[in-house]
């Protein structure tokens, strides 16, 4: 039973990021791209854990929080680069 609840919130996930890379090609602004780059880090965490949950590993989780580290940063860096224009002063 659980295989079929772990398919179906990977299905939705990847829903979730098809959708989030359209956002990101057709956004009208810069603030929705980042919105969406954002969101698609955090959908990619989900499915990384869902896929270490099924696995049965603590090693995707590992990835999971290296992806969301790595995923702060850069939101913080575009954000900045948007309102300054330049991410090191």
Known sequence: M????LLFAAA????????????????PSAA??????DTMVINVIALLVLYG???????YFEAAMLV?????????????FLLRGDIIE
């Open 12 to 27: 939705c996930y990847g829903i979730a990021l098809l959708l989030d890379l359209w956002r990101i090609a057709v956004g």
């Open 68 to 80: 969301a580290m790595v995923g702060f940063v850069s939101t913080v860096a575009y954000c900045r």
């Open 2 to 5: 659980i295989e079929y609840a």
């Open 53 to 59: 949950i099924w696995r049965g590993t603590a090693i």
């Open 32 to 37: 929705d791209r980042i919105l969406a780059l």
